[in-house]
């Protein structure tokens, strides 16, 4: 699985972005995906998550009720949209998938992922 993540960049505290990360490579539907992220000096974090079918998300709870996770079919990709930004969320974002054979199920550790895209940088000034 190839993993293309996009969509950073420099933004003030309380704006929008969103990230996009295209797979391609095997069926998009067989795997669950994730973001992580990672500020410099710490480690990688969780931040989201989706289940295979969709109906399963789980968050972090430093973004939850800020940050939403989708999947979409249409475009094998998965989409982190990400509201009311702080400065702490300044850091490298990655996403990531992994293969999974039920269809609800959730990981939240880097070590459960197989598969990683290149991470895109997101900047937040306040």
């Known amino acids: 699985v190839q993993l293309q993540a996009s969509g950073g960049g420099l933004v003030q505290a309380g704006d929008s972005l969103r990230l996009s990360c295209a797979a391609s490579?095997?069926?998009?539907?067989?795997?669950?995906m994730g973001w992580f992220r990672q500020a410099p000096g710490k480690e990688r974090e969780f931040v989201a998550a989706i289940s295979r079918n969709g109906y399963n998300t789980h968050y972090a709870d430093s973004v939850k009720g800020r940050f939403t996770i989708s999947r979409d079919r249409a475009a094998n990709a998965v989409a982190l949209q990400m509201n009311s930004l702080k400065s702490e969320d300044t850091a490298v974002y990655y996403c990531?998938?992994?293969?999974?054979?039920?269809?609800?199920?959730?990981?939240?550790?880097?070590?459960?992922?197989?598969?990683w895209g290149q991470g895109t940088q997101v900047t937040v000034s306040s």
């Open positions: 490579g095997r069926p998009f539907n067989q795997y669950t």
């Open positions: 990531a998938s992994r293969y999974a054979r039920l269809m609800d199920v959730v990981q939240i550790t880097p070590d459960d992922y197989q598969y």
